[in-house]
């Protein structure tokens, strides 16, 4: 049995959990206050605060560091690479603390997993951070030279649930083809082939469906109108696109479960909210029907929407023609930590090494 510390840090809250192998034993989600992160000009700044939050949390759980296996963060923005496992070392913590590859909370998961580790005289890691890039070469082309496609998405949570799936199924997850849909704040869908994901929407920067927080996929012309109109400035374009868009932008709510709570009583406009998002994710699946050459073992939709029965059964009923519609709901972002190291610990995966 091995103690693993998990550490997933938000913009405004860091998430904590003790495992043994893949069993939860405690968890908790601290919340920071905004008052509190303001000193702080640089997300990398905020590590004494975040770390003595969690000293608080191994206090109270009775956890002792001495006893841990591994500790394991949320991935940060990196350079592209590969899906899998790596190891905190000193050119992704480099990368992290200035931020090269983009300021986000995110980026303290490693930080604070290596600080806690090197106390604990145990292995730090990062499993399948959101820069995960597997794309096809063909994949990368926007139809303007200097625009090429960019791989960001919910790497953690697809490849767990793949994988996941495919045992199910009996196979390697290198040996099946599947089509993931992550429905959270964000929307993903990427087709999955070889063990890699070969092709997948841009879920921060506004492509694919719309989500409850940002625009998805634009008409061209109209937004390049909308840029030029000088009733916007850059910086509240982009906010527009991702944070502002989407059921924001219609319903001023982030929360999807308002939305289909409105539309089931009766709110027509709530309703075709719920129809249009349903309808854009099954497009957006059905599209990498055709990445996949038509061979699909699998469907999977995942993420917290997905716990939506009523928005999973209109999106399984467009694309079910395609392959079986499985739904593993949630983000799982824990557990999939856990399984990442887990995997390295059996002898299963390799313990990957990040160069800058």
């Not at 905190?88 to 986000?104: K, P, S, T």
């Not at 951070?129 to 082309?141: G, I, N, Q, T, Y």
């Not at 854009?280 to 699998?298: N, P, S, W």
Request: glycine share 12%; charged share 20%; with cysteine.
């Amino acid at each position: 049995m091995r103690r693993l510390l998990l550490i997933n840090p938000g913009s405004t809250s860091t998430k904590l959990a003790c495992y043994e192998d893949e069993r939860e034993v405690s968890a908790a989600t601290v919340e920071h206050a905004a008052a509190e992160l303001k000193p702080f000009p640089r997300v990398a700044d905020q590590a004494p605060l975040r770390l003595a939050a969690i000293r608080a949390f191994l206090a109270a759980n009775g956890v002792a560091l001495a006893g841990l296996a591994a500790v394991v963060g949320r991935g940060g923005l990196l350079r592209p690479i590969s899906g899998g496992t790596y190891r905190v070392g000193e050119a992704m913590l480099a990368d992290l603390a200035a931020a090269r590859w983009g300021e986000h909370a995110s980026n303290l998961g490693a930080i604070l997993a290596h600080g806690l580790a090197a106390e604990a005289g145990c292995p730090a890691c990062i499993v399948d951070p959101v820069v995960v890039d597997e794309l096809a070469e063909v994949a990368r082309f926007s139809g303007i030279p200097e625009i090429s496609r960019r791989s960001i998405f919910h790497a953690l949570n697809q490849k767990s649930v793949a994988r996941e799936i495919a045992a199910r199924l009996g196979k390697g997850y290198a040996d099946c083809r599947f089509i993931v849909a992550h429905l959270g704040g964000g929307i993903s869908v990427g087709a999955h082939a070889g063990g890699r994901v070969i092709d997948v929407n841009n879920a921060l920067d506004g492509d694919g469906p719309f989500s409850p927080e940002r625009s998805g996929s634009l008409p061209a012309g109209q937004l390049a109108d909308l840029c030029f109109s000088g009733k916007l400035s850059l910086a509240e374009i982009r906010k527009r696109i991702t944070g502002q868009g989407g059921l924001v932008a219609y319903r001023g709510t982030n929360r999807f479960a308002d939305v289909a709570a409105a539309a089931r009583a009766g709110d027509a406009q709530a309703a075709l909210l719920c129809e249009a998002l349903a309808y854009q994710v099954a497009q957006e699946i059905a599209k990498h029907g055709a990445t996949l050459e038509g061979r699909v073992d699998r469907i999977i939709l995942t993420g917290g929407m997905a716990n939506d029965q009523d928005l999973a059964g209109r999106i399984g009923r467009r694309v079910s023609f395609l392959a079986p519609v499985e739904v593993v709901p949630g983000e799982r972002e824990m557990l999939s930590l856990a399984r990442g190291f887990l995997a390295v610990a059996d002898g299963c995966e390799p313990l990957l090494e990040y160069a800058a």
